[in-house]
């Protein structure tokens, strides 16, 4: 038996065993997407309906000239799962019938679908040309969402080159796309912040650390297409609570086919950004930055061998200016500048990101029973003055950003029989990332003048995140009469690395107080000095394991059935010896991550389908869950934290404990650097879960057009959030019934005296979500291809979202579990979303005509929504809780909202002819913002209140507080602060494709 032989039937065997013990024992399931590839279903009949056994049904690959052989069973029904997406023929052929053969079937990733073959009695054999692609009606689907196809990847409007951004543009998500190569921000995905499963061709592509980052940048040059899946997905899924998002690489195939491309944005095609004054001798004015753009792409796919092994390999080189405008005032500047600090430091900082991307696969049909593919990534990015540009900050105190990433992937489909199959997909990807001085950043310590200035040196170096991610998964396909059995098992295992910012920053109240300690006058007069003291990071390592079973039976032609049983589990790091905190001496793993699954799909005539879907889903652990329990843990040596001292008030009133300017705090007695604050993690820790119910009706209005409409109900579990638990002995409440702790660290104020605040990540948290969604499609016909998808929906959690990107905030009142419950940070009550290609050929007499009327393309992207929601705070902690964020009296959680968003992106592609048979110059002008609208996506929300005057309590008198404390004397001006939208940008480009 040859090596490969005796490897798949260990892999085969592996999985095999592993799925009928799943199976046996009613327990289950894995996470990653398995179906990256596509399956053709379907019957076969004769002319009068009556279903034809033993037909012999081949389904060919008319791209690389992969076959596969299958028979219809007694009742005629035929299936070919784990496909390699592309364009096929489906051939039926039975005694006494003649050969029907239906082609220019396009299969796309994680679809099903459903070819049914009438054959007629003779011999004359039946071609027919599937014109309008696969069926517009997805009778064989169950989940919400939809795969994005190389015509819409390829054509839409992308000034980013972020195909991430694609994400926003499924049923049932809201959100804003990222200017850059990072992921979409505040993405609602069921009513959740960012809970998203990133994929490569199937393979892990999710950072661990936070919820919804991906771990490596794509290009747009070597992505095919999408698979989008929202909502209730079968046991084969997992790893998230809301959204997969699973990118497919393009393959080669038995012809050349590829692209050059150059993409070049010039500084007068882009507007003044959203929120800045480019006015000229106005007031605030700063000059419009030169966001200039050179992007060169090349790819190129083919045969190496013809039917048998074929390559593709893609490259990008991007230059991205960014710019930022800093605001430090003329007259500040020249003052500073007198004091010998550098002119050239005030000029705009010339931040400019160049990336490069490498996509190298090859795919080979080893044999008729083995097909594999193994592809490798690279990743590169320089991004210079990459953190605390523009604004108040000087050139030096800007650090500059590096990043690297390797993913190494393959994939293993071998037929045992026709109906019993195998896959297995493994990778390793590897990232590090980190922030570093760079060549003008200031030696330090960083110096802030409040309110004027930040220069010398910067607080952003030295931090780094390197995660390596070995996983493999498994599963075996075994079709059993109507029943199509998958079981599956998968590994992942997370080597993480984590290390923090080092520095020391100085802040002054004034210009005049900083050149007084400069020059030695007065070194201990300062408003306050930070520094990092202890070791700056952790290195760890995380275990994620899954199992599933799950059965697709055809009950009837017209009636599917899913149903299945999925295990996760997400073993914990040990932490190590020594931890001086209780909570950070062990970490719990949850053993009982059970996930059932339920699927219908019914289609009650020809035109209809109906689905209904219910499941339970686990959400992977964040590994910062651990991480900042590891990091923030309190041990003298091992551990970090930020020590802060005050200034003295004066010279003579200076103290040991007050470091001479410019020294760090680390040369002062440890007794002065305060008590530390630390992270826990609860004991009775356990993974976050959601209830999912998701009904659809499809309705098919023409061959090509179809209409969705349908209800999502989820409800979370288990959910994360931060609460102060080191608070102890409130001295009263607000008339809200807030309690007011004491301030003081002692054994009388805090449970746990040897430490100040404990920032416990804690679990119980509840969300729901409820939405009603419409999603409209037309298929390429008329040479038009649309998808639009309306949500109405609401969004409620019961505290504010923890360990997310852009969301960590701890609860307001850590003594009323229902106080914090109020709008979601991602609630968004109504999104429109719009993705539309439009391709026409026309036929003139004219010759002129004729060339004027063909080779356009039209393509359009809108994003319409609610603006964001955001909290009503006040500028001081009401209740002396000092990690909370406070609200005035009698407000309710994120009761604010930014204003609506409505943009609109398009891409203009004229052709110029065919030459040569293959080649097409083409012309190309993309926009974002197309409208210039001026999209805001944060406010001000600072209300002024009455403040809580609190006095502690001192030789024997009670503290003392404004129970009033917290009532507002001033509303908010909720005037545009920020955004993370661009205004409008062209740029222009040329490609030839081939």
Not at 5 to 32: D, M
Not at 75 to 89: Q, R
Not at 284 to 308: C, E, M, N, S, T
Not at 385 to 407: E, K, P, W
């Amino acid at each position: 038996m040859s090596i490969l032989r005796i490897a798949q039937t260990a892999l085969f065997g592996a999985a095999l065993a592993a799925g009928l013990v799943v199976s046996s024992a009613s327990l289950p399931a894995w996470a990653q997407s398995q179906s990256i590839n596509g399956t053709i279903r379907g019957l076969v009949s004769d002319s009068t309906g009556a279903p034809i056994a033993g037909a012999t049904v081949t389904v060919k690959n008319l791209d690389t000239g992969y076959t596969r052989i299958v028979t219809s069973a007694g009742d005629g029904l035929y299936i070919a799962p784990d496909l390699p997406v592309g364009t096929y023929s489906v051939s039926a052929q039975a005694a006494g019938f003649a050969l029907l053969t239906q082609t220019g079937i396009h299969l796309a990733a994680g679809n099903e679908t459903v070819i049914d073959q009438v054959l007629k009695a003779g011999s004359v054999a039946t071609v027919v040309e599937v014109t309008s692609d696969a069926p517009i009606l997805e009778p064989a689907r169950f989940t919400l969402g939809r795969t994005i196809s190389p015509e819409e990847t390829q054509n839409l409007p992308l000034t980013s080159r972020n195909p991430y951004n694609f994400i926003l543009f499924q049923p049932g998500v809201s959100g804003h796309p990222n200017p850059e190569n990072g992921i979409p921000r505040t993405v609602n995905t069921n009513g959740l912040v960012d809970r998203i499963s990133y994929q490569l061709d199937g393979m892990v592509d999710t950072e661990t650390d936070r919820y919804g980052l991906r771990l490596f940048a794509i290009s747009d040059s070597y992505v095919s297409e999408v698979q989008t899946i929202a909502n209730s997905a079968p046991a084969e899924f997992g790893n998230t609570a809301g959204v997969t998002f699973n990118v497919i690489t393009p393959t080669g195939t038995n012809h050349y086919h590829g692209l050059v491309q150059y993409i070049w944005r010039p500084k007068a095609a882009s507007s003044c950004p959203i929120l800045q004054n480019c006015v000229a001798g106005t007031t605030g004015y700063a000059p419009k930055p030169d966001l200039h753009v050179d992007d060169y792409v090349g790819r190129i796919g083919g045969p190496v061998k013809r039917d048998k092994l074929f390559f593709f390999a893609a490259y990008e080189k991007l230059k991205r200016a960014n710019p930022q405008a800093i605001t430090i005032t003329p007259a500040n500047q020249a003052t500073l500048i007198g004091y010998g600090i550098n002119a050239a430091l005030f000029n705009p900082a010339p931040s400019v990101q160049r990336a490069q991307w490498l996509d190298v696969r090859g795919d080979w049909t080893i044999n008729t029973k083995n097909q594999a593919f193994v592809r490798y990534n690279y990743f590169r990015n320089n991004y210079p003055f990459n953190t605390n540009v523009g604004g108040l900050y000087a050139q030096d105190a800007s650090s500059d950003f590096q990043d690297r990433a390797h993913i190494i992937g393959a994939q293993l489909i071998t037929t045992f029989t026709p109906n019993i199959l195998n896959e297995f997909r493994g990778s390793w990807p590897y990232r590090n990332e980190h922030h570093v001085a760079g060549p003008i950043t200031g030696p330090g310590p960083m110096i802030t003048i409040t309110g004027v200035a930040n220069f010398g040196g910067t607080n952003a170096a030295a931090d780094k995140f390197q995660e390596k991610i070995p996983s493999f998964n498994d599963n075996v396909t075994w079709i059993k009469g109507a029943h199509t059995m998958k079981f599956g098992v998968g590994l992942q295992k997370n080597l993480d690395t984590q290390l923090q910012d080092v520095y020391v920053q100085y802040t002054f109240a004034s210009i005049a107080q900083w050149q007084s300690a400069k020059n030695g006058t007065t070194p201990h007069v300062y408003s306050n000095v930070k520094a990092s003291i202890g070791q700056p990071g952790a290195a760890y390592h995380s275990v994620f394991f899954n199992l599933f079973a799950q059965d697709t039976w055809q009950v009837k032609k017209n009636l599917l059935l899913s149903y299945g049983l999925r295990y996760d589990q997400y073993r914990a790091p040990t932490p190590p010896a020594g931890e001086p905190f209780v909570y950070t001496q062990g970490f719990r793993t949850p053993l009982g991550n059970f996930a059932p699954r339920f699927g219908v799909s019914y289609q009650p005539n020809p035109t209809t389908v109906v689905r209904l879907n219910a499941g339970l889903f686990y959400e992977a652990t964040p590994t910062n869950t651990w991480y900042n329990p590891l990091y923030n843990n309190g041990a003298a040596g091992s551990g970090s934290f930020i020590a802060t001292v005050t200034g003295a008030s004066s010279e003579a009133a200076a103290t040991s404990c007050q470091p001479a300017f410019p020294n760090t705090p680390q040369q002062v007695p440890a007794s002065c650097l305060g008590t530390q604050s630390i992270y826990a993690l609860t004991p009775r820790f356990k993974n976050e879960y959601v209830w999912n119910v998701n009904a659809q009706v499809q309705q098919q209005l023409t061959k090509s057009d179809s209409l969705t409409l349908g209800y999502i109900m989820t409800n979370g579990r288990n959910m994360q959030f931060l609460r102060n638990m080191n608070l102890i002995n409130p001295v009263g409440t607000l008339l809200d019934g807030r309690p007011v702790f004491q301030t003081a660290v002692n054994a009388n104020t805090r449970l746990f005296p040897q430490f100040n605040n404990i920032t416990l990540i804690d679990v119980g948290s509840n969300s729901s979500y409820n939405a009603l969604t419409a999603t409209y499609e037309h298929r390429m016909s008329l040479d038009w291809t649309m998808s639009a998808s309306y949500t109405w929906s609401h969004s409620i959690t019961n505290t504010p979202e923890a360990n997310s990107y852009e969301f960590s905030t701890p609860v307001q009142d850590t003594t009323n579990p229902n106080g914090d419950r109020g709008n979601s940070g991602v609630n968004r009550p109504q999104s429109l979303t719009v993705s539309t290609v439009y391709a026409p050929t026309a036929h003139f007499e004219n010759r002129i005509a004729n060339v004027l009327a063909n080779d356009n393309n039209l393509a359009l992207l809108g994003n319409f929504s609610s603006g964001d929601q955001q909290i009503m705070t006040v500028s001081a902690a009401l209740n002396n809780d000092a990690i909370a964020t406070s609200r005035p009296l009698f407000i309710g959680r994120n009761t604010l909202r930014a204003p609506n968003i409505a943009q609109v992106d398009a891409r203009y592609t004229r052709g110029f002819g065919t030459y040569w048979e293959r080649v097409k110059p083409q012309l190309l002008i993309e926009a974002n913002n197309l409208f210039n609208r001026s999209n805001v996506t944060s406010i001000n929300g600072t209300a002024q209140v009455v403040p809580l005057n609190y006095v502690g309590p001192s030789n024997g008198n009670p503290a003392t507080f404004n129970r009033l404390a917290g009532t507002i004397t001033s509303q908010p001006t909720l005037a545009p602060t920020s955004s993370v939208l661009e205004a409008r940008i062209l740029q222009f480009g040329l490609k030839v494709e081939f």
